[in-house]
């Protein structure tokens, strides 16, 4: 079991007396190369002194010049501890204390502007190992919160019919049963996160048309939008653009983004969705899902990729119950591509939602 460090002041400065302690034999190393080198310039200087006005004064050589490198020196490693050795001693205190096992350490930004750069670099690393960390613990108690609703009501419908409370009609039996497939839902998208986070998710490379997953989604999707009574939108780019990908993940991907615009777009709004060739030294296909919706807050726009983030349970539409996980899977799935996504949104304008993809 990892033990935390001693939080106390006195453990504090033993590791810090500690970690000085270990630069001891090059601290003293680098003095008696700067006495030498001072030293002999001493020296040197007395020679030129005395060659040119003839004085010869041995005290002159003893005390007088030494002193006054003596004290140059002592301003010069003052200088250089303060710019260079401090700091560095900050930052190597900081991964000790990381490598225990904390990970609420943090280098002060502001303490040398030589290593500003290296130090605000190390605090984000260690501010996203926290956040990860953080996510980790709360993994457990999120998945017991998302089975603990359905598992209660398919608990409450099956003790109502046995106990005699509830007939067991065809209406009871499916609210159990649409439970159950929730469940399964959840419990496969756990899967195949906890796959594709491993980089253990096979995929099924083929390689086919752009336009071709943009119309069976558009397909798939033509009787909810048209309930929905929202305007769901098709502008491909080029439509002789190919991909080599796995179709039914990149469907999958898709149809998640696809379902999550459907929630927050109110009647009357639109879905686009818009391919397009991105020049360069690889080409790639960009794929837009863009929604005239609610937006999302620009507090809550950097963790919608996270596991189990909904937003305001206001932004949901009743009867589109979802898991949580899938933006998270979307991330992984388009990662595992070898793709990047990304969210642009603003409050009451809408969202967007930018893939791209090797060709």
Same mark, same amino acid.
């Given at each position: 079991?990892?033990?935390?460090?001693?939080?106390?002041?006195?453990?504090?400065?033993?590791?810090?007396?500690?970690?000085?302690?270990?630069?001891?034999?090059?601290? $003293?190393?680098?003095?008696?190369?700067?006495?030498?080198?001072?030293?002999?310039?001493?020296? /040197?200087?007395?020679?030129? @002194?005395?060659?040119?006005?003839?004085? !010869?004064?041995?005290? /002159?050589?003893?005390?007088?010049?030494?002193?006054?490198?003596?004290?140059?020196?002592?301003?010069?490693?003052?200088?250089?501890?303060?710019?260079?050795?401090?700091?560095?001693?900050?930052?190597?205190?900081?991964?000790?204390?990381?490598?225990?096992?904390?990970?609420?350490? =943090?280098?002060?930004?502001?303490?040398?502007?030589? @290593?500003?750069?290296?130090?605000?670099?190390?605090?984000?690393?260690?501010?996203?190992?926290?956040?990860?960390?953080?996510? !980790?613990?709360?993994?457990?108690?999120?998945?017991? %919160?998302? $089975?603990?609703?359905?598992? %209660?009501?398919?608990?409450?419908?099956?003790?109502?019919?046995?106990?005699?409370?509830?007939?067991?009609?065809?209406?009871?039996?499916?609210?159990?049963?649409?439970?159950? +497939? $929730?469940?399964?839902?959840?419990?496969?998208?756990?899967?195949?996160? #906890?796959?594709?986070?491993?980089?253990?998710?096979? $995929?099924?490379?083929?390689?086919?048309?752009?336009?071709?997953?943009?119309?069976?989604?558009?397909?798939?999707?033509?009787?909810?939008?048209?309930?929905?009574?929202?305007?769901?939108?098709?502008?491909?780019?080029?439509?002789?653009?190919?991909?080599?990908?796995?179709?039914?993940?990149?469907?999958?991907?898709?149809?998640?983004?696809?379902?999550?615009?459907?929630? %927050?777009?109110?009647?009357?709004?639109?879905?686009?969705?818009?391919?397009?060739?991105?020049?360069?030294?690889?080409? =790639?296909?960009?794929?837009?899902? +863009?929604?005239?919706?609610?937006?999302? #807050?620009?507090?809550?726009?950097?963790?919608i990729f996270d596991r189990f983030w909904r937003g305001? +349970?206001?932004?949901? =539409?009743?009867?589109?119950?979802?898991?949580?996980?899938?933006?998270?899977?979307? +991330?992984?799935?388009i990662h595992a591509h070898g793709g990047t996504i990304?969210? %642009?949104?603003?409050?009451?304008?809408?969202?967007? @939602?930018?893939?791209?993809?090797?060709?």
């Amino acid at each position: 079991m990892t033990q935390n460090p001693d939080p106390s002041p006195k453990g504090s400065k033993e590791r810090e007396w500690q970690g000085g302690m270990r630069y001891l034999p090059i601290f $003293l190393f680098i003095i008696a190369i700067i006495f030498l080198f001072f030293g002999g310039s001493a020296a /040197l200087l007395y020679n030129v @002194f005395a060659e040119y006005s003839g004085v !010869r004064n041995l005290w /002159l050589l003893i005390c007088g010049v030494p002193f006054g490198l003596i004290i140059t020196a002592i301003f010069i490693i003052y200088n250089l501890y303060s710019r260079y050795g401090k700091p560095l001693r900050q930052i190597l205190g900081a991964i000790d204390t990381v490598a225990e096992g904390d990970l609420s350490v =943090r280098v002060q930004e502001d303490s040398s502007p030589q @290593f500003g750069e290296l130090i605000k670099r190390f605090n984000k690393m260690v501010g996203e190992l926290d956040r990860s960390d953080q996510q !980790r613990r709360n993994l457990a108690a999120d998945i017991a %919160h998302e $089975l603990r609703t359905p598992l %209660h009501i398919i608990q409450g419908k099956l003790e109502g019919i046995t106990d005699g409370v509830y007939e067991a009609t065809p209406k009871h039996i499916n609210d159990a049963l649409e439970e159950t +497939k $929730l469940l399964t839902r959840l419990v496969n998208d756990l899967q195949t996160l #906890s796959l594709a986070e491993t980089g253990q998710l096979p $995929l099924n490379k083929t390689t086919f048309l752009v336009g071709d997953i943009i119309r069976d989604l558009s397909s798939s999707f033509s009787s909810q939008v048209m309930a929905l009574e929202i305007n769901l939108k098709e502008k491909i780019g080029d439509l002789d653009q190919q991909i080599t990908a796995d179709y039914v993940r990149l469907n999958q991907v898709f149809g998640n983004l696809i379902s999550n615009a459907l929630r %927050h777009t109110p009647k009357g709004g639109t879905i686009s969705l818009e391919t397009e060739s991105v020049a360069g030294e690889r080409r =790639r296909v960009r794929i837009k899902v +863009k929604d005239t919706g609610e937006g999302i #807050s620009p507090e809550n726009l950097p963790f919608i990729f996270d596991r189990f983030w909904r937003g305001e +349970k206001s932004r949901t =539409r009743e009867g589109h119950a979802s898991s949580g996980l899938g933006l998270a899977i979307a +991330k992984q799935l388009i990662h595992a591509h070898g793709g990047t996504i990304e969210a %642009h949104s603003e409050l009451g304008k809408g969202t967007s @939602f930018v893939v791209e993809l090797p060709e």
